[in-house]
C-alpha cells in the first residue's frame, strides 16, 4: 500500500489521487463477512499517510519505516515509537525535531493536534503491517513454555484463558497456523459479540507492535503445550 511519491510541484494532486481507489475502496458492502486479517487502510489513515509524505519522512524513514538514511531512526523497531499513544511522544519528538551537528531530524513545529494524531496513527498502522509480516516470515524457534506462561498472564488473560476460549487450539491448530492465529487480528467469531472483537482486534494490533521474535516463539510453546 505504501508508494514513494515524487517531491515538488504537483504533489498535493498526486497525494489527492493516490486517495481515491482507498476511499472508494473503503466503503463496506453490505453483509459481507469479515474473514479477519490485516485492516485495509482508513480514510483517516490516508490522511496520516498525506502528512507523513507531504512532509517529506519517508526520505529519511522509508515508505515502510525500515529506512535509515541519513542516520535517522529505524521506526519500524523504535521503542520511543512503541511508547507512542495516540501521538503523545511523535508528535513531540516531530515539533522538536532532534539537533545534530552531522545529520538532523528537522522540526515541524506548524502540525496541528489532527495532522499528529492522524500522523502517529498511520505510524503505528505501518509498524504493525511491517511487524506482522516480519513476525510471519522470522525464523520460527523452540519458545520456553514456562516463559510464555508469564508472558501470558500479563497480556493476554483479561480477554483469553488456555482451559476457556483456547482450549482445545493444540489439537486443533498446527504450530504455523497457532502462530498465525497469535499475530493476526482476529476475525469475528459466532459466540463472540461486535463491541469484544473491536477491542480484541485493537489489542492484538497493539501487541503487534510490542512482540520480539521471541516472544511469539514462548506464547506459542505455551499455547501448544496448556490448550490440548
Ligand atoms: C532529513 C531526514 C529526516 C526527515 C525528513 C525526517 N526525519 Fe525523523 N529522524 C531523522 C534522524 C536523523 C533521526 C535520528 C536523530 C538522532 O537520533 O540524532 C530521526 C528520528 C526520528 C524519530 C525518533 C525515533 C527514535 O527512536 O528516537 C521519530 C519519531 C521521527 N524521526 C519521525 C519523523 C517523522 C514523523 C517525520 C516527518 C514528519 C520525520 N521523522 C522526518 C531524520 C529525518
Ligand atoms: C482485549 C482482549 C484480548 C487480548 C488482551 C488478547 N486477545 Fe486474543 N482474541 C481476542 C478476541 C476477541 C478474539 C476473537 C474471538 C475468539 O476467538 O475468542 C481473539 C482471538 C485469539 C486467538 C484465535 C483463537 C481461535 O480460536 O482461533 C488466539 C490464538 C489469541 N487470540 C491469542 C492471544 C494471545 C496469545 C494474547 C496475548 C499475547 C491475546 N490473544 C490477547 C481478544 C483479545
Known sequence: MSRVLPAGPGLALVALLALLPVVIGAQVVPGKPDAGGMPAPTVALERGRAVYV?????????VDLTKATMGAAVLLHSPLVGADENGNVIGAVVRAGIPNLQT??????????QEVEELAAYIHYLRQLGRHKEL????VAAG???AGRTYFAANCAS???VTGNLKGLATNYDAATLRARVLGPPPPAASVDAGAIAAGRRQHL??????SDDDVNILVAYLQEATK
Not at 136 to 139: I, K, L, Q, R, Y
Open 54 to 62: 507531504l512532509n517529506t519522512c519517508h526520505f529519511c524513514h522509508g
Open 136 to 139: 510471519m516470515g522470522a525464523s
Open 104 to 113: 538532523s531530524m528537522p522540526a515541524y513545529p506548524d502540525l496541528t493536534n
Open 159 to 161: 480477554c483469553h484463558a
Open 206 to 211: 497493539t501487541l503487534l507492535e510490542k512482540y
Open 144 to 146: 520456553d513454555a514456562a
